[in-house]
């Protein structure tokens, strides 16, 4: 099993910054793609951005150049900084790891989810 724990979140205005952070711990592999999804109310939960265990990254197209994913691997941490808010960018925000394991294959992996609420 896997364990994530975010932090941050909360309430900004409309050109402000926030940064969330994860910290994972429990069984993971070194095969591993760790990121962040985002829900709003009566919407699906979409990708935000992840990271494989290369550095390799991936951005929806709705917060290119604006956030930026980070991890550092000795600490089972990721961390997405968010600049240049929107208020479409109010969500709840939920850390996902997908674990691989030889013989198993891809495990999902779900954080509490945190609130980033943008006012206009």
């Known amino acids: 099993q896997v364990q994530l724990v975010e932090s941050g979140g909360g309430l900004v205005q409309a050109g402000g910054s926030l940064r969330l952070s994860c910290a994972a711990s429990?069984?993971?592999?070194?095969?591993?793609?760790m990121g962040w999804f985002r829900q709003a109310p009566g919407k699906t939960r979409d990708l935000v951005a992840d990271i494989d265990s290369g550095g390799t990254t991936n951005y929806a197209d709705s917060v290119k150049g604006r956030f930026t994913i980070s991890r550092d691997i000795a600490k089972a941490t990721v961390d997405l900084q968010m600049n240049s808010l929107k208020p479409d960018d109010t969500a709840v925000y939920y850390c996902?790891?997908?674990?691989?394991?030889?013989?198993?294959?891809?495990?999902?992996?779900w954080g509490q989810g945190t609130q980033v609420t943008v006012s206009s």
């Open positions: 996902n790891a997908r674990i691989y394991r030889l013989g198993y294959g891809w495990s999902h992996y």
């Open positions: 429990g069984s993971t592999s070194s095969r591993n793609v």
